[in-house]
């Protein structure tokens, strides 16, 4: 399968645990975008890479959420002293460079904080 | 603020009938992508069709057009000949390099 994958794919933790998830996009993609996603809603951005630059990062990424991109390839998103709001979908997508290529989704990981 | 609105919550057609899932946005760009996403049960999103800005033609894919309309900021989705695979989360996005994604329309197909 040559698709976006993420890992893991649900994750249950306590309130103030750190939990950290990973993304592979497909290989040849050189843009790789993070999503939130709450029951009812759509997608919101929260940041992206063009290679291991992160170029932008919404106000919904507070101070305890983090990303890399180490090596232009894969990426994790890290999430610091949990709280039950930050319970969502965490979507990623890649896509190639340019304004009107296609994002290809990853399957998500679903984050429920207790 | 740019933002995409999806004023349906929830659509049901019948099989083999068509369903049009409406979207409206804003921006103040005049050279733009505008894209239908589906999302199915817990399944991942997967693009059902594209629309560049700058393009007349209304683009379409099988048995899936859109009606787009550049002036009034509105871009529709028709389905023709509906399926029950169709049956889905359909998300409407503005490319702005990232996506800006409206909060979408529940799409029920009924045998």
């Known amino acids: 399968d040559t698709g976006v994958s993420q890992d893991p794919r649900h994750k249950i933790t306590k309130r103030g645990q750190n939990v950290t998830f990973r993304c592979d996009p497909i290989?040849?993609?050189?843009?790789l975008y993070w999503y939130r996603q709450t029951l009812g809603q759509g997608p919101e951005f929260l940041t992206y890479f063009q290679n291991e630059a992160q170029l932008e990062k919404s106000r919904l990424l507070s101070d305890r959420f983090s990303a890399e991109r180490p090596k232009g390839s894969f990426s994790t998103l890290e999430i610091q002293r949990t709280e039950q709001g930050d319970s969502a979908m965490y979507l990623c997508a890649s896509s190639l460079d340019g304004r009107d290529n296609e994002q290809f989704f990853g399957p998500g990981t679903r984050l429920t904080v207790l | 603020a740019q933002t995409v609105t999806q004023s349906q919550p929830e659509m049901s057609v019948q099989e083999a009938e068509t369903v049009t899932l409406s979207c409206t946005y804003d921006?103040?760009?005049?050279?733009?992508?505008l894209f239908w996403y589906k999302q199915p049960p817990s399944r991942q999103m997967i693009l059902v069709i594209r629309?560049?800005?700058?393009?007349?033609q209304n683009a379409t894919e099988n048995r899936f057009s859109v009606n787009f309309q550049k002036a009034a900021k509105s871009f529709s989705l028709k389905i023709s000949d509906s399926q029950l695979g169709d049956a889905a989360m359909y998300f409407c996005?503005?490319?702005?390099?990232?996506?800006?994604f409206g909060t979408g329309t529940r799409l029920k197909v009924l045998a």
């Open positions: 629309q560049e800005a700058y393009k007349q």
């Open positions: 996005a503005r490319e702005a390099y990232k996506y800006i």
């Open positions: 290989s040849e993609h050189n843009r």
């Open positions: 921006t103040s760009e005049s050279d733009y992508y």
